[in-house]
T-cell receptor
Framework: DAGVIQSPRHEVTEMGQEVTLRCKLI?????LFWYRQTMMRGLELLIY????????DSGMPEDRFSAKMPNASFSTLKIQPSEPRDSAVYFC???????????FGEGSWLTVV | GENVEQHPSTLSVQEGDSAVIKCTYS??????FPWYKQELGKGPQLIID?????GEKKDQRIAVTLNKTAKHFSLHITETQPEDSAVYFC????????????FGQGTRLTINP
């Protein structure tokens, strides 16, 4: 089975531009997580969904960040406008609703200059 | 909320020796404790996990122990090999399902040949 698929793998963008990160869940999984990883703050949970419904978005840094699940297998994380401090690796992860194990994608490496 | 502390931040051991990484957690309601291994340029991958009704779990060269009273858990790697070099993360969560996995800060393990 394919794992969690993220795109793009690498993105370099200018400050002020809109960034959209994409994620495809593992087939049959119902929970979707967006994490951000930086040297300073480690792995931070930004938001998670169960059955397409956002459950906890308390980790979303500010209004410039938004996440959606338009269907059961796909999610986007959007940053508008982007800032240099948003530079990080953004991980998407999924899990069965009834299980604890979370499976991570390979990450999207974002650099905002 | 839950807070997970991980030590040490870096660890260097000779090939063949054992490595131990320790974590403490703050929320006594946490009941699921996974360990992830992250190789350079990749997403974290689950290597072993333990639930609060178990004190120890072993899988070949890796083992995890849990002390609920003291609220700490540890990862033990025996007979270390160069391919064990990576960043290791502990995490904790509570409740049913994959909810709000809170990560430790990570330990960079280097195995010296």
């Amino acid at each position: 089975d394919a794992g969690v698929i993220q795109s793009p793998r690498h993105e370099v963008t200018e400050m002020g531009q809109e960034v959209t990160l994409r994620c495809k869940l593992i087939s049959g999984h119902n929970s979707l997580f967006w994490y951000r990883q930086t040297m300073m703050r480690g792995l931070e949970l930004l938001i998670y969904f169960n059955n397409n419904v956002p459950i906890d978005d308390s980790g979303m840094p500010e209004d410039r960040f938004s996440a959606k699940m338009p269907n059961a297998s796909f999610s986007t994380l959007k940053i508008q406008p982007s800032e240099p401090r948003d530079s990080a690796v953004y991980f998407c992860a999924s899990s069965p609703l009834s299980g604890n194990t979370i499976y991570f994608g390979e990450g999207s490496w974002l650099t905002v200059v | 909320g839950e807070n997970v502390e991980q030590h040490p931040s870096t660890l260097s051991v000779q090939e063949g020796d054992s490595a131990v990484i320790k974590c403490t957690y703050s929320d006594s309601a946490s009941n699921y404790f996974p360990w992830y291994k992250q190789e350079l340029g990749k997403g974290p991958q689950l290597i072993i996990d333990i639930r609060s009704n178990v004190g120890e779990k072993k899988d070949q060269r890796i083992a995890v122990t849990l002390n609920k009273t003291a609220k700490h858990f540890s990862l033990h790697i025996t007979e270390t090999q160069p391919e064990d070099s990576a960043v290791y993360f502990c995490a904790a969560s509570k409740g049913g399902g994959a909810q709000k996995l809170v990560f430790g800060q990570g330990t960079r393990l280097t195995i010296n040949p």
